[in-house]
Antibody, heavy 122, light 110 residues
Framework: QLQLQESGPGLVKPSETLSLTCTVS??????????WGWIRQSPGKGLEWIGS???????YYNPSLKSRLTISVDTSKNQFSLNLNSMTAADTAVYYC??????????????WGQGTLVTVSS | QSALTQPRSVSGSPGQSVTISCTGT?????????VSWYQQHPGKAPKLMIY???KRPSGVPDRFSGSKSGNTASLAISGLQAEDEADYYC??????????FGTGTKVTVL
């Protein structure tokens, strides 16, 4: 059973860049069958798909975040990462990493990390 | 991409059935049989309950079932139990390798 764990700062200043890492255990991030994603949830709000990546480096981004977003993978560390720049209070959320169930389509998230709260404040 | 529309809340007594709707457009729910449903208890990560409209992952009780008609997908919970009280979110493939979640529904067991 794959396990995922998010890590990163809990507090980010406005206009700065958020960097989060998801460490995968119980399996290889380089499995060709696995796609890896980021989802966030603003306090008291719903879920929002941020973007996803394949170990080969192919990326898939939410169009509303694409201009500020970079997702990357480090196969040597069995990790994938999220960078979101120009952070504002609207980006305050719990950020989850997850693994897709199978291919990028049909956009199904089978295993989730526990989530990490990121607050944007000066 | 706009969030899929779900009712804010539904409720039922133990043993009863409830249904949650998830309304999208012809560009997401209506165009693909790729709707999934997630259960989220307070302070916990979401859990996959249904995928590809009506398929259940191993370990999910058959009290949970999914369906779709046109631009609206539905999750039905029969034989409602106390542990079913949670938030539920739908998610649909929206084309061009993107996905969109629903607004979420709080299920209350009376």
């Amino acid at each position: 059973q794959l396990q995922l764990q998010e890590s990163g700062p809990g507090l980010v200043k406005p206009s700065e860049t958020l960097s989060l890492t998801c460490t995968v255990s119980g399996g290889s991030i380089s499995s060709s069958s696995h796609y890896w994603g980021w989802i966030r949830q603003s306090p008291g709000k719903g879920l929002e798909w941020i973007g996803s990546i394949h170990y080969s480096g192919s990326t898939y981004y939410n169009p509303s975040l694409k201009s500020r977003l970079t997702i990357s993978v480090d196969t040597s560390k069995n990790q994938f990462s999220l960078n979101l720049n120009s952070m504002t209070a609207a980006d305050t959320a719990v950020y989850y990493c997850a693994t897709h169930r199978g291919d990028i389509v049909p956009m199904v998230f089978a295993n989730w990390g526990q989530g990490t709260l990121v607050t944007v404040s000066s | 991409q706009s969030a899929l529309t779900q009712p804010r809340s539904v409720s039922g007594s133990p043993g009863q059935s409830v249904t949650i709707s998830c309304t999208g457009t012809s560009s997401d729910v209506g165009d693909y049989n790729y709707v999934s449903w997630y259960q989220q208890h307070p302070g916990k990560a979401p859990k996959l309950m249904i995928y590809d409209v009506s398929k259940r992952p191993s370990g999910v009780p058959d009290r949970f079932s999914g369906s779709k008609s046109g631009n609206t997908a539905s999750l039905a919970i029969s034989g409602l139990q106390a542990e079913d009280e949670a938030d539920y979110y739908c998610c649909s493939y929206a084309g061009s390798y993107t996905g969109v979640f629903g607004t979420g529904t709080k299920v209350t067991v009376l």
